[in-house]
């Protein structure tokens, strides 16, 4: 393995899959099919392997030197531009314990999505292509220590996921996918500029001892790389930290999502094809949460201490109005959807205490609920493939009939209400333990813990109305689950029950690299925060 | 024995039941008799725990034993699981085996036939394994997990016939009502892990003893314990939360009996036995009020229902209540022993209407009932002595456990001036004894009022029988004291079970008497035992007068008839209604916190689909619009102007076209006015 690019080839095997597909002759469905299959799971291998040589106690984070699986090349570079000096990019990617869970749940979630994906019923062969990209985008996106590269898989994501919403969609799929699109679009506008001001406010020290400006993320953390005069330098007394953090911030929240910003994803879930909610929910609203924690915090930590009380409100708003709209859903879908952004509110809640214990907390949520979701937005692709409804009350009593799919329901039920033994409570109780250890936060996490009840009380009633009572006789043709949907639902109950009973798998690998992280934002913003 | 079998056992006892329940879950497609491997699992638990029970109470005596793991390790966090084994913890292992076995055994009689047989037996394995939990842990978070862990399956035996609607409601409303307690037990366990930086009761009482507080003030301290003490409103089923547990009786009954009678339920009270380290004296006051209020609503209710399950429902209620207005007053060891007594007869009481109800061709309702005395004789006799247990008749288990309740709140009256708290614990010992007399002759005594389903009542198998004379034994008095009317002189008050006066002496005592100073005068703890040794008389005779009296009421008014029920109905029809209709309460939080949060969740929806997505969608459209004027203005008013522009070329040209003679002389005449004209003008 010493030696082996493997982030590059966990990244860019997919793009391989999407060539062997585009030579396939369409109607060899099959072969598609198996090939996206073995891709993926090729993928999953990968990643496991990634675990296997992943050492622990590397912290990464702000220490270049302490990446792990570290690929870095030159790949532009521009001699001499007029004014500008050198423009370079680098080629680089690593991993550290912030990414390595989720380049896990990336390579998990994708496989399951394409378990999910068997009875896509039309135009199969631009289906799995499209798929095979955006899981290069997700995966890149996961793995890329540079700006300008992160931002290029960032943006590579979004065009498959339009026409993957736009074209497998439902009724209203061209409204959701542009919605889609553009909002995210929009999102990435206020990143690119921030990437720009960064660009011109900090300079790396070559090898050479020249000084170019620079899209590394880790070099953008570190304050003595700032110039005196850039706009976002801290050292400039009129700088734009500010401005530019909340354009930062936003650009990330819109794929969180966050409230306000929230709505596109409700319209896109209930139109969007089961697996490519199953990718939405799973991983591509992680990049939302990943993109903060590895960019916006580090290289604005002072900015960050100072609002970290607005953060947390506002992840109290997604968790209560998430659910409080969850309650009165009517379609299954978009109740799973809004559940979603209560979840997603814990993740944000979590950061904010900027403890460790907060964000392993936040952390090992956003993979939790990547997996939990998952199974969730998969339960609900079996019942809409069988009865074509998504309307709760449309159903009853189906637990009598459908009984085996009706237990694993109960699971991801439970494991979304934040049942102990189930890995969502872990997450979700470190998130309010770090957070309530925050005296600054400590009312908006106590008027937080209001989610615990009601996100039983919407889960449950659904539950309620879906399974139990009396069984209407309309679904008297309904079958329990086949063996390809037990292959989506046990792996992922296997997880979930896992790591709610041994959450250590997950945070040992994460820990070295959240206290880190938490060290970095407690001393750094005091030293900036301090000099000003 | 040594320490390390102890806690190997215990660990085994606590995932033995877990085992039933997973290899049930997955065998029972292929092995139908899966249930009798479950009940098998329970007997051996049961074996091992009277086993080590002995062991511990007999051989160590007072060591306790902890066993400890680090769950979570990381960074400057760490989180310990573990288990200890104390005097309380082995008595409750025996009671929830036994129980647990004994249910499990009547079960299989009881729910033959049903289509779900075999899942309801691993639900029941689920249950006892989350509620070995609780009895085991050393710590709050296990404590909390496992609490929540019988929130899930009581969910699921509660909603086990869930094509009933009523069941599954029934289950939903138990696992939210518990959940708003346990929000509350969250947050103080929050506080308690914030200040302490950990779970573990012990260590936590340590700390409290060297004076840290939770953000430096007693109050706090006393905030927190009453907040994880909320954790025990919700599963003890206390005042405002109690209104899960009536309806959860739509379970099966063995399931009632269980968890509604003697395990779940006595999880709460379980919970303040672990805290009571760290409950001031403030908060004990609240909890004491608490429980009296709690068993004073719940006993005027039981008075006039008519379904035999929701009257000891409500007993349940009102004599939980006791317990905890028991450890409220300070009287720890009584309460532990009333949960203990309770438990047993509860059981019998519940598994015994589980009988009728059987052979009555699923009857419930006690004013169809009557005169089944000779025909199911066993559960009669057992029923009848556990009602005297409930009742507190000499002889009997209840007896001296209520004896000990009611006289500590005597002794607590009298030292403090809180009278309130004795007045309703006797005014709820008169209505205990008359609505288990009521219930006792309208289901026994008297003519049949439903002959048809009296001809088909019928005495239970063994299975059923069995179970039943083994409770019922139980709640007579020599298990717990030779004396039948001191019961300090037996080994569970006199030797397992004392009041923590170590946690007081070292620790929580000092700030507990400044709290208890301000409160109620110097009430100490030798000076309150000594008190309740004082009432204890008094406190007898009172209670056994107003036994005797409900006793006699109601064997005038539902046996002998001399008074009319319905006369006394029509009387006090207010307070008859308000009683029947239990208060009220439900009605209450249907009209304000049900319906208020469907509405605020229905104004959200509206305020998310139409201003927030409005905004979003509106800014699409202004976008639109903007591009359209901009082509509107790109064709009319840019490409106007161009066109304008060529217009006014062509005009000019077109008409100057015709001064363009040709000839050069007419030029010379435009050149010479020109220049005339711009001489005049200078």
Known sequence: MEGMPILSLITFLPVLGMVIILLLPSRNEAGIKYTAL????????????????????????????????????????????????????????????????????????????????????????????????????????????????????????????????????????????????????????????????????????????????????????????????????????????????????????????????????????????????????????????????????????????????????????????????????????????????????????????????????????????????????????????????????????????????????????????????????????????????????????????????????????????????????????LTDIDSREMAMFIPLTIIIIFLGVYPSAMIDIMNTSVSALAEFMNSAGNNLLGGM | MSHPDIINISIAILFLPLLGFVSVIFLSKKISKMYIVETVILGLTLALSIYIGFQKLFVLKGEEIVFAFNWLDYDNLTIELGIKIDNLTVIMLFVVNLISFLVHVYSIEYMRGDKRYNRYFAYLGLFTFSMLGIVLTHNLLMMYIFWELVGLSSYLLIGFWFEKDSAANAGKKAFLVNRVGDIGMFLGILILFTTYGTFTFDTIFAQIGEGIMPFGSFEWLGIAGFLVFLGAVGKSAQFPLHVWLPDAMEGPTPVSALIHAATMVAAGVYLIVRIFGLLTADALLYIAIIGAVTSFVAATIAVTQNDIKKVLAYST??????????????????????????????????????????????????????????????????????TAALCGIPFTSGF?????????????????????????????????????????????????????????????????????????????????????????????????????TQAFAEGSYEYSQTGMQTVHEELTPQLFEEEIHHAHYPAMFLSLGLTGIAVFLAFMIYYREKISADNLESRFKGIHTFSLNKWYIDELYHATAIKGTMVLSRMLFWFDKYIIDGIVNGSAYVTRFVSYLSKLFDTFVVDGLVNFSAFITGFFGASLRRVQTGKVQTYIVYVVFSIIIILVLI
């Open chain 2, 317 to 386: 209620v009102s004599q939980l209540g006791y317990m905890v207005m028991s450890l409220g007053i300070g009287a720890y060891a009584f309460a532990f022993f009333h949960l203990v007594t309770h438990a047993f007869f509860k059981a019998s009481l519940f598994l015994g209407s589980g009988s009728v109800i059987h052979s009555m061709h699923h009857e419930q309702d006690i004013r169809f009932m009557g005169g089944l005395k000779d025909k199911m004789p066993i559960t009669f006799w057992t029923f009848v002595i556990s």
């Open chain 1, 38 to 477: 073995g891709i993926t799971l090729l993928q999953v291998i990968l990643a496991v392997m990634m675990l296997s040589g992943f050492n622990y106690n590397l912290p990464g984070v702000t220490d270049e030197s302490t990446f792990q699986f570290v690929e870095k090349f030159r790949w532009i570079e521009i001699q001499e531009v007029s004014w500008l000096g050198t423009v370079k990019v680098d080629y680089f990617l690593g991993v550290d314990g912030i990414s390595m869970p989720m380049v896990l749940l990336t390579a998990i979630v994708s496989l399951i999505a394409v378990i999910s994906s068997w009875k896509i019923p039309k135009a199969i062969k631009g289906f799995f292509a499209l798929f095979l990209l955006l899981d290069t985008g997700m995966m890149g996106v996961f793995v890329a220590l540079d700006l300008f590269l992160f931002y290029i898989f960032w943006e590579l994501m979004l065009l498959p996921m339009y026409f993957l919403i736009g074209i497998w969609g439902g009724p209203r799929k061209e409204y959701a996918a542009i919605k889609f699109f553009i909002y995210t679009l929009l999102g990435s506008v206020f990143i690119l500029l921030v990437m720009i001001g960064l660009y011109f406010s900090a300079t790396e020290t070559l090898a050479d001892g020249s000084k170019v400006f620079t899209f590394n993320i880790i070099e953008l953390a570190n304050q003595a790389n700032y110039n005196s005069d850039g706009i976002l330098s801290p050292f400039n007394p009129q700088n734009w930290r500010y401005i530019a953090y909340i354009a930062l911030f936003v650009g990330f929240a819109i794929k969180i999502p966050m409230f306000p910003f929230h709505t596109w994803l409700p319209d896109a879930h209930v139109e969007a094809p089961t697996p490519i909610s199953v990718i939405l929910a799973g991983v591509l609203l992680k990049m939302g949460t990943y993109g903060i924690l590895r960019i916006a915090f580090p290289v604005f930590p002072e900015v960050t201490r100072e609002l970290m009380w607005y953060i947390a409100l506002f992840g109290m708003i997604n968790i209560i109005y998430g659910a409080f709209v969850a309650l009165s859903q009517k379609d299954f879908k978009k109740l799973i959807a809004y559940s979603s952004v209560s979840h997603m509110g814990y993740v944000l809640l979590g950061m904010a205490s900027l403890t460790s214990t907060g964000i392993n907390g936040a952390i090992l949520q956003m993979f939790n609920h990547g997996t939990i979701t998952a199974m969730l937005f998969l339960i609900v692709g079996v019942i809409y493939d069988r009865a074509h409804t998504r309307g709760i009350d449309d159903f009853g009593g189906l637990a009598t009939k459908l009984p085996v799919y009706t237990g694993f329901v109960t699971v991801a039920f439970f494991a979304a209400i934040g049942l102990p033994g189930l890995s969502g409570f872990v997450s979700e109780a470190l998130v309010f333990v770090g957070a309530f250890s925050v005296e600054s936060i400590r009312v908006v996490t106590v008027i937080s813990t209001l989610g615990i009840l009601l996100g039983a009380a919407y889960m449950l009633w659904t539950l309620q109305r879906i399974f139990f009572g009396k069984f209407n006789e309309k679904w008297e043709g």
């Open chain 2, 400 to 500: 001296l456990s209520k004896d000990g309740i009611l006289a500590g709140a005597f002794a607590f009256g009298n030292l403090t001036g809180h009278w309130i708290i004795p007045v309703l614990g006797f005014a709820v010992a008169f209505l205990t004894a008359f609505y288990m007399s009521r219930l006792v002759i309208l289901t026994f005594f008297g003519k049949p009022r439903d002959q048809h389903k009296y001809d088909h009542a019928h005495e239970n198998p063994k299975l059923m029988t069995v179970p039943l004379m083994v409770l019922a034994t139980l709640s007579i008095f020599v298990w717990f004291s030779f004396n039948p009317f001191d019961s300090s002189s037996g080994a569970f008050l006199g030797e397992w079970v004392k009041t923590p």
